[in-house]
């Protein structure tokens, strides 16, 4: 059975917690899988390091993605995202703080379907 699940990456205790609020709030119930930096969520998503062996059953159906995340940027990520075959068409939210316009620019040209700054 394939589980529709949400990968939401944040760095921020309190963001992710606000996140999850407001999708629990919203009537959302689908799974959430949180990963708190670049390099985890895209070990996630190519089921490297600690997700080696994971299953298909828990496929993001959409990402919501953080810009300013330690070790892999949120823009990197997007990137590496959208350069591969397996992924590159998952939708993705960028939910962010940061309200530049080369950071909008650069999500939308990188292939984010949305951009929605924080707090929502």
């Known amino acids: 059975m394939n589980t529709k699940t949400i990968l939401l990456v944040e760095d921020n205790p309190s963001d992710e917690a606000l996140t999850l609020r407001a999708l629990k709030k919203s009537g959302i119930v ?4 949180v990963a708190r930096d ?10 490297e390091g600690a997700y080696t062996g994971r299953g298909h ?8 993605l953080d810009l300013n995340l330690p070790k892999i940027g949120g823009l990197d990520v997007l990137k590496s995202i959208r350069a591969n075959e397996s992924t590159k068409l998952l939708p993705i939210v960028v939910l962010t703080s940061s309200d530049l316009n080369e950071d909008i620019i650069a999500s939308y040209k990188l292939g984010a379907n949305s951009y929605v700054r924080k707090p929502v």
């Open 38 to 47: 670049g390099a985890e969520a895209l070990d996630y998503l190519f089921r």
């Open 30 to 33: 689908n799974g959430v899988t």
């Open 57 to 64: 059953e828990s496929e993001p159906t959409i990402i919501m």
